[in-house]
């Protein structure tokens, strides 16, 4: 008999992104809440069926969201800020408000903090418990949706963020605490399962991918608190412990003694779980959900390794049930190869998106314990992996090998860089930039798109965003910015626009991966060796230079973000691939130089996000190449080159050191959602980078005004030295509207000038 399947997660924007394209029509008021929900409806269904039909055994209902995973928990427990309840809006708005900020007749307020989940290129929303908070169950949303699959005839498994995993991730703003909470968070859950008790479901999956981090004894105990409490009142609904992104080597065995019916546990990206499993057993009494098929990365499984992996993994628990799922939640990944009709069979026959990971997981279960040898869906898989998938570029591999120690250091040192810069740019106190794009107005797409479908020529299209970007300069030197971009009309995405520009890679047409919200994301693929056909952003830069005599900042995607935002190969290091792409953006950086530009920013807004989550493992194995990455791509330029580069939504605080290592001139980051609680860890090592935290929220369509402002630079300057500070948003203006962001940057640079007056 085949073994049970199930996924932990399904992606929940839809094949073509119709639940993006319809919240957004809801937030300018083109589409109403109905429409809004029947779209959503749809596509749940649409998800649910298409699983079904793959025949997984188990459906997860209560993975899908208008926004995010981990703000569905706060309103589940009913833990809304008091700012949002105070509007007065519906429901649906209020959270909306959380997640995006509101500005209108009801009131002005920012929206909540935003983060990576864990080493992921997701983001999910930061709850927020105060003093006041008082925990309250409010599951219409996932009982809705279990009436809605089971109407459907489907076998139902509920999914929740589990308790712990909440706890850990929320921000306390008062001086109540964890332990302030944890009995009414248990309670709430417990309450949980007698709703879906009543509803008839079978097995309620609680997430807590927490428990791969670092755990101390405090956190092994409140974990058994809270799992104790709510157990003690959970039915006949069986209870799975779902885990991903790494192994729990800190509480493995407090874990399995759990009062849970299952357990899941990561063996793709858990490096001790298959270890853990074979010297501390596995309770026969409990189901074991193994993580088999990678839910993060696109390359077919190996099934002869994954079989072999089943078969050590029933010889270390054989009296325990066996269900084969997803490494993790299917978000992570495209939706199907199906929709690619551009890319060559002999390279997509490689991929599998979500819908091919569930075939993958019916065939696996299907082939297990079997004689494989006569399978053709085996024999045709082993196909994949005979021989080698790409012919290899020993010039690349050669340059990679010859590195030297010298091609990691620039110099001179930063202190005497940073005098003859401030001599050379001579820019004021206060200096204020942009992170580099701007706003990709319907006309910048439809240029695009004319250009993809051969209805104008190349002149044409370079004609067009020419235009664009004089009207970008312009409008920045009528705004009174002092360091200018060209504005980026020429690119589709930030890494995709590289990667088209460099040979190694393959594009896809529709593989979208949610990033945050309505943000979606087309990854591209590491097929081979990396490297630069000829100068990508040398001509536009050069051009929006010759506009001003305002600095240009060049514009430039670094090496690790590349890499991190593309779906890596899995038959070379991540450390080869990213010297090798360093090298060809190394290249690009020296004809920047050649060419004129004296600033030049190098992104490298995913570094934080493939850190490993347990701290003994980050410089082995990550910072010891990240960070050298990074360096060897501009250790090579003049001093009075001023180097930038800038990171996004994460956690920064314990790599600062790290982060002052990439030896940049100039570091901007998102702070505005964080409560610019970094900037008291940049004092604290004695950061020596010039910085500039983002002093507004681009991710919501608010204006800051002036005082705001002003506000949030005079507590920055007491942390960071009044000659070091930069004014800039928090992050690229690409999704912004026109008028908005003339508006935010008009007070942005209003501010700056009157705290140069008032600093003098």
């Given amino acids: 008999m085949a073994l049970q399947t199930t996924i932990i997660g399904y992606p929940r924007v839809g094949a ?17 809440s109905d429409e809004l929900q029947a779209e959503a409806k749809r596509l749940r269904s649409e998800h649910w069926k298409k699983q079904q039909q793959a025949g997984i055994s188990l459906l997860p209902v209560g993975d899908f969201s208008f ?105 306390f703003t008062g001086s109540k605490s964890i332990s302030d909470f944890e009995s009414s968070v248990a309670d709430a859950y417990a309450d949980l399962l007698s709703a879906l008790q009543s509803a008839g479901v079978e097995w309620l999956q609680i997430d807590e991918p927490y428990l791969v981090r670092d755990l101390d004894a405090a956190d092994i105990q409140l974990l058994q608190r809270l799992y104790s409490r709510l157990a003690a009142r959970k039915g006949n609904v069986k209870l799975l412990l779902q885990t991903y992104f790494g192994d729990i080597r800190d509480v493995y065995n407090e874990v399995v003694a759990l009062p849970v019916d299952g357990v899941g546990l990561d063996f793709i990206e858990g490096v001790q779980t298959l270890d853990l499993v074979r010297k501390n057993s596995f309770p026969a009494s409990k189901t074991l959900f193994a993580g088999v098929v990678n839910g993060k990365n696109i390359w077919r499984n190996d099934y002869r390794a994954t079989l072999s992996l089943l078969d050590q993994i029933k010889a270390a628990a054989p009296s325990a049930e066996l269900v084969l799922s997803s490494s993790c939640s299917l978000l992570h990944v495209p939706y199907t190869v199906a929709n690619e009709s551009k890319l060559p069979q002999e390279v997509l026959r490689h991929f599998a998106f979500a819908e091919e990971k569930l075939t993958e997981l019916t065939e696996l279960a299907a082939l297990f314990g079997s004689e494989v040898s006569s399978s053709a869906a085996f024999n045709a898989n082993q196909s994949l992996f005979n021989g080698s998938r790409v012919q290899p570029n020993t010039a690349v591999r050669d340059a990679v090998s010859a590195l030297k120690p010298s091609d990691f250091t620039r110099l001179p040192a930063f202190a005497e860089r940073e005098k003859i810069q401030k001599q050379q740019l001579n820019l004021p106190l206060f200096p204020t930039t942009t992170i580099g794009s701007f706003p990709q107005t319907t006309d910048v797409r439809e240029n695009r798109r004319k250009f993809k479908k051969g209805e104008i020529t190349q002149q044409q299209y370079d004609d067009f965003n020419k235009r664009k970007i004089a009207e970008c300069v312009a409008l920045q030197e009528e705004l009174g910015l002092d360091v200018l971009v060209h504005g980026e009309f020429e690119r589709n995405d930030m890494v995709e626009y590289f990667g088209d520009n460099l040979d190694g890679y393959v594009f896809t047409e529709n593989a979208w991966v949610q990033s945050y919200g309505t943000r979606c994301v087309k990854p ?58 360093a090298l060809a953006i190394r290249d690009e950086v020296l004809d920047l130089e050649k060419a004129g530009i004296r600033v030049i920013q190098i992104d490298e807004a995913a570094l934080r996000e493939k850190l490993p989550l347990r701290v003994s493992d980050w410089q082995s194995q990550y910072l010891d190449w990240a960070i050298p990455a990074f360096r060897l791509v501009h250790s090579g330029v003049k001093p009075e080159t001023q180097i930038h580069t800038h990171m996004c939504y994460s956690e920064f605080n314990d790599i600062i050191k790290a982060i002052d290592d990439m030896d940049a001139d100039v570091i901007t980051f998102e702070a505005s959602r964080g409560n610019l609680l970094i900037l008291a860890a940049l004092k604290q090592v004695g950061f020596r980078t010039e910085v500039g935290p983002g002093v507004y929220d681009i991710h919501s369509p608010r204006v800051p005004s002036v005082d705001e402002i002003k506000v949030a630079l005079r507590k920055m300057l007491q942390n960071v030295e009044i000659s070091k500070l930069w004014v800039n948003p928090d992050c690229g203006l690409k999704t912004r509207g026109v008028e908005e962001t003339a508006a935010s940057l008009r007070n942005l640079v209003q501010a700056a000038k009157e705290l140069r007056t008032e600093t003098k």
């Avoid at 073509?16 to 109403?32: C, D, I, M, P, W």
């Avoid at 309250?136 to 139902?156: G, I, T």
């Avoid at 929006?544 to 890499?563: D, E, F, N, Y």
């Fill in 16 to 32: 073509h992104r119709e639940l993006k394209k319809v919240t957004e029509r809801y937030f300018k008021g083109l589409a109403s």
């Fill in 67 to 171: 926004y995010d995973g981990t703000l569905d928990t706060a309103v589940l427990l009913g833990i809304v800020p008091e700012r949002y309840r105070q509007l007065g809006l519906s429901s649906l708005d209020t959270y909306f408000a959380m997640a995006h900020g509101y500005q209108g007749d009801k009131g002005d307020v920012t929206a909540l903090a935003m983060k990576k989940w864990f080493n992921t290129n997701y983001h999910y929303l930061v709850p927020e418990i105060d003093d006041s908070s008082v925990v309250s169950l409010n599951a219409s949303k996932l009982l809705d949706e279990v009436a809605e699959a089971k109407s459907l005839s489907l076998r139902v498994k509920a999914v929740v963020q589990g308790p712990f995993t909440f706890l850990k991730l929320a921000r």
């Fill in 524 to 581: 591209p693929v590491v097929w081979g060796d990396i490297s630069r056909r000829a100068p990508i952003t040398v001509s536009t830069s050069v051009y929006a230079q010759s506009l001003t005599s305002r600095p240009m900042k060049g514009m430039l995607t670094g090496p690790v973000t590349i890499l991190n935002w593309s779906f890596p190969r899995e038959d070379v290091s991540r450390k080869e691939q990213a010297f090798q792409i």
